[in-house]
């Protein structure tokens, strides 16, 4: 502001001397023409006035224009010079600046994805098997080898105690030497009921995290084709303390179930297939899956189950474990848990969100609330809205949820008691729709 004022003032001085001196110049010129006209006549004075005045304003305008070169214009010229060209900057309105803004932060996304999916390949393609713990010795990330390892003992799952599935006393021997020198430790497990025996080391990192590296025994290759790299960094910083209830939608850790059954009476009726995948937050974790079989109850205790299928007890305590810690989310949700329930003496006190209800909030009570209505309502691919099977259904059901996580958040339904609050209020309308 200060330089633009300066700048003001000294074009107005400019031209008020010029103004001065031309005024000054003419009271000359008449006094000199007066003179004239009394000793050689009118013609003499005039020729000596325009002589004169042409002379006067000539060198006027060339001093002021001189004056204007050397304090104005070429300071100005070499200002330009040194900070080098410049397009004039457009003037953009608000919904343009928008747009930009818009652009900019996709391409920022799109360089952090590629950065994110090539570490995850790099990592992918080195020959251990590698899981990351967190200081509760949670597992907060996994790789395709570490992923058949674990499977071994039980399905893979984040968020799970890495004790599930190796030796309890030896990781707890191998964590307390590695927090009392904080340097990488050594030392052998067994994955599952196997007896293989694993070499590994178990390296710390911050805040009582730690990298368990566990180095490919003989005879063991590494697939063909690695799969991906499933993680939750947001379980680095889980506290044990925190209430589930408290917890926000987009942090908690859901399992999305749906079972196959010869009816809808849990005590006359068979459960004969049970498909789960979890989630956590908004993301699926497709490598997080269950898809059981079961054996149909019968009179005869002779008759033996086909290859591939289990009893409803062993098959509900896997789905227990599976869902350890977890969310249970499911269409028609008191009805899948009542045959559950009746089939196993396992207790379940999984927080429970039911699909139909959740529906039913989002759409209206009018809305069609079958599975195949959600999927087509919130744009789940045609293929995926014919899949038939307890598994398929299940991950029918994660897309739909997944869908719907956004619409939670618009209103404002960000915690798992304020949904559960809002969907208790309208059970009574939504009771016919069960």
């Excluded at 908690?252 to 059954?261: F, G, M």
């Excluded at 995948?277 to 490598?287: D, H, K």
Aim: charged share 20%; with cysteine; glycine share 8%.
């Amino acid at each position: 502001m200060t330089r633009r004022s300066t700048l003001r003032v000294r074009v107005f001085q400019g031209f008020a001397v010029l103004a001065l001196a031309l005024v000054a110049a003419l009271r000359g010129v008449l006094w000199m023409v007066g003179t004239r006209i009394a000793d050689q006549g009118v013609e003499a004075g005039f020729t000596l006035a325009a002589q004169l005045g042409t002379a006067t304003i000539l060198l006027l305008c060339f001093a002021v224009w001189l004056y204007f070169d050397e304090r104005i214009a070429k300071p100005l010229e070499r200002q330009s010079d040194t900070a080098g060209p410049h397009d004039p900057a457009p003037v953009f309105g608000p919904e343009e600046m928008a747009q930009q803004d818009t652009r900019r932060m996709a391409r920022a996304m799109a360089l952090l994805d590629s950065d994110k999916s090539q570490l995850a390949r790099l990592i992918a393609e080195m020959p251990s098997a590698k899981l990351v713990v967190n200081a509760g010795d949670q597992i907060v990330l996994y790789d395709n080898l570490a992923a058949d390892l674990l499977a071994k003992s039980g399905a893979p799952r984040l968020g799970a105690k890495l004790s599930d599935y190796f030796n309890a006393r030896t990781l707890a021997g191998a964590r307390a030497k590695m927090q009392r020198t904080g340097l990488e430790v050594q030392f052998t497990t067994e994955a599952g009921g196997e007896g293989d025996p694993l070499n590994a080391r178990m390296r710390p990192l911050e805040d009582g995290n730690a990298l368990v590296i566990l180095d490919k025994t003989e005879g063991r290759t590494p697939p063909e084709h690695p799969g991906p790299l499933v993680y939750d960094f947001a379980l680095l910083s889980s506290q044990n303390g925190h209430l589930v209830e408290e917890t926000p939608l987009s942090a908690l850790t859901y399992v999305i179930l749906s079972t196959e059954t010869t009816g809808l009476l849990p005590h006359r009726d068979d459960l004969l297939q049970i498909g789960a995948v979890r989630m956590v937050g908004a993301n699926i974790l497709r490598r997080e899956t269950l898809d059981l079989r079961i054996a149909p109850a019968s009179g005869d205790d002779t008759e033996r189950p086909e290859d591939g299928q289990m009893g409803p007890r062993d098959a509900c305590a896997q789905l227990h474990d599976f869902a350890s810690g977890a969310v249970i989310v499911a269409h028609n949700a008191p009805l899948r848990m009542a045959f559950l329930r009746h089939q196993a003496n396992v207790s379940w006190e999984n927080p429970q969100i039911d699909l139909v209800l959740l529906s039913a909030l989002l759409f209206g009570d009018r809305a069609d609330h079958s599975l195949r209505g959600m999927a087509a309502r919130t744009g789940v691919g045609t293929s995926q809205g014919l899949a038939r099977g307890g598994l398929a259904q299940a991950k029918l059901a994660a897309e739909v949820m997944q869908r719907m996580m956004p619409m939670l958040a618009a209103r404002e339904l960000d915690s798992l008691s304020r949904l559960k609050d809002t969907l208790n209020r309208h059970a009574d309308s939504l009771e016919s729709l069960h």
